[in-house]
């Protein structure tokens, strides 16, 4: 499992020296993220895809528990107060609630895909006024050296915050 790290730097050209530190330090390519104002040209930098820059992955997580919510309750309603002549089983309701989580996840899924991701919120004032936010992926057993290389080689780059949990497909 891998833990995100965020740095705000001033422009593109930070940006681009902080990756190929990073990429010498031997952090892949494919775990680091580029966000930037709309319109900015980020060159060769990885920018952040859908699941990076929208809520879809919470939207689903919520829609899951909801969607589960109601299909337990939507179960227990159809066992104990079945249609005329059918006589249900107790696995109804896991039918039920596995159904509905399902359908709750996607749905949620889909708004979640409209709205922006609600952990870079404390980002966005920043990337509009022109800052580069780079997102690393890095294991638990290097965040202390990803930082302290960010710190001592780009003391213009802010943050070095850690994400709480990441998502398994980001």
């Known amino acids: 499992m891998r833990r995100r ?10 940006a681009r020296q902080t990756v190929n530190d990073l990429l010498l330090a031997r952090v892949e390519d494919r775990h680091m993220h580029v966000l930037a104002r709309r319109g900015t040209e980020l060159g060769e930098l990885h920018e952040a895809n859908a699941l ?4 879809i992955v919470h939207g689903a997580e919520l829609g899951l528990v909801i969607g589960g919510a109601g299909g337990l309750i939507l179960g227990l309603a159809i066992v104990f ?8 089983q107790l696995v ?8 509905m989580a399902m359908v709750g996840a996607w749905i949620a899924s889909l708004v979640g895909a409209s709205v ?8 966005e004032a920043d990337i509009e006024a022109g800052k580069i936010l780079l997102m690393v992926d890095v294991r638990p057993a290097r965040i202390a050296e990803v930082r302290d290389l960010v710190r001592r080689r780009h003391p213009e780059a802010a943050g070095g915050s850690l ?8």
């Open 5 to 14: 790290l965020y740095f705000l730097l001033p422009d593109v050209t930070s």
């Open 52 to 55: 990076q820059k929208s809520d």
């Open 81 to 88: 107060a079945p249609p005329h002549g059918l006589e249900l």
């Open 92 to 99: 109804t309701i896991l039918i039920a609630m596995i159904a």
């Open 116 to 123: 922006p991701n609600t952990r870079l919120r404390q980002f």
């Open 163 to 170: 994400e709480e949990t990441l998502p398994a497909f980001p």
